[in-house]
């Protein structure tokens, strides 16, 4: 018991050292320069230097832009592209030529199914043909026979009528066999099931050896094919920001993945109901696809006013990139600067960006902020 008291009086006389030695104080006389004060203001802070004539200043320039609204977004499949590949014939897969995320052509064969049904149509067929060649036969002595006045009018309609019939029946029973793919002259228990466009397969619903159809899968889809060569890019707009669009409106498109590539597409659709919750409306914008735009992928989509409106323009080396936010330090007076945040917009030439909120053409900002960047404190 008194091995463990000593052990715990130990631990603390070294945690009260410890933070003793955390409390020291500066000592100038170890000939460093003494760090500069900065007082929490607002949006940032006050930054107190001992020469203020070593930050030198420069006022804002002015230049006129339209208006931009930058929205994150994701790329989507158009749905009038996506395209079901369906097998009318049920039964089971016994080959499959092609799978998800495969690239394809129209035509192609995507899988083989060996099913009943087709026993059940080419029957129908041969019992639909049998019968119209009987009735046809029937109808053709019928007509010989009211020729030559042995029967009346009424038996040779009743003739014709049969026939009529089993003609109907032979055209429904071979449309059945083209329905399935199959041919009247060669059937086979294998029905080939092929792609309806080219595109991309972005759904796969079956295996080797699978049920396939409605009656055995409960659904009569296969895979989905998608033509991407045209997107969606579908955006969350806020409220307040859906007066400045419309449809036909341009937008720039940047993409997460590659970021030196910019692509156009145009507004297509303003949604008609608003997200209760965060108060946004869908915008789709149509993009066509050079080759690398991906479904799933998040972009970045900018949109371009019509009207033009007056922004500060700075030197890039007056903002300060700081905990993803940008700053510029402006004079407060006497020896010290304010931090204000600001929205930066685009890189102009000449080493220049352009500010779209947080000051003023004419405003003076620290031309070079990297020299008061070592005396700022994170808040």
Request: hydrophobic content about 40%; some cysteine.
């Amino acid at each position: 018991m008194k091995s463990k008291f000593n052990l715990q009086a130990v631990s603390f006389l070294a945690l009260c050292f410890a933070l003793t030695a955390c409390e020291k104080k500066f000592d100038p006389a170890q000939g460093a320069p003494p760090p500069a004060e900065v007082i929490n203001n607002g949006n940032g802070g006050v930054v107190t230097v001992d020469h203020a004539e070593q930050f030198p200043v420069v006022a804002a320039d002015k230049v006129e832009a339209a208006a931009e609204l930058n929205v994150t977004g994701s790329v989507n499949p158009d749905i009038a592209r996506e395209v079901p590949v369906i097998s009318l014939a049920s039964g089971r897969v016994v080959d499959i030529k092609a799978r998800l995320d495969d690239n394809v052509k129209k035509g192609q064969l995507l899988l083989k199914v060996q099913s009943p049904d087709i026993t059940n149509a080419y029957d129908t067929y041969l019992k639909a043909a049998n019968d119209e060649l009987l009735a046809r036969k029937a109808y053709v002595r019928a007509k010989d026979l009211y020729d030559h006045g042995a029967i009346s009018l009424g038996t040779l309609e009743q003739a014709q009528d049969t026939e009529d019939d089993a003609k109907a029946d032979l055209r429904a029973a071979e449309q059945q066999l083209d329905t399935l793919g199959v041919k009247k002259d060669n059937p086979l228990s294998i029905v080939p099931v092929y792609s309806p466009i080219s595109g991309v397969i972005v759904a796969q619903y079956v295996t080797y050896a699978a049920a396939a159809g409605v009656t055995y899968l409960g659904s009569s889809t296969l895979f989905t094919v998608a033509d991407i060569s045209v997107v969606w890019v579908i955006c969350d707009v806020y409220e307040n920001d859906i007066s400045k669009l419309q449809l036909g409106q341009t937008a720039r498109i940047r993409l997460n993945a590659y970021p030196d590539r910019i692509l156009t597409g145009r507004i297509s659709d303003i949604g008609p109901v608003l997200d209760p919750t965060i108060r946004t409306a869908k915008v789709r914008i149509e993009v066509p696809n050079p080759g690398i735009l991906k479904l799933g992928m998040f972009v970045t989509a900018t949109f371009v006013g019509r009207t033009l409106e007056s922004y500060a323009v700075v030197p890039s080396s007056a903002i300060l990139h700081l905990h993803d936010r940008d700053w510029v330090f402006i004079p407060a007076g006497g020896k010290k600067f304010k931090r204000v945040e600001v929205t930066a917009g685009n890189i102009l030439p000449g080493n220049r960006q352009q500010i779209l909120s947080g000051i003023s053409p004419g405003q003076q900002v620290v031309s070079n902020v990297l020299q008061l960047e070592n005396q700022v404190e994170t808040q």
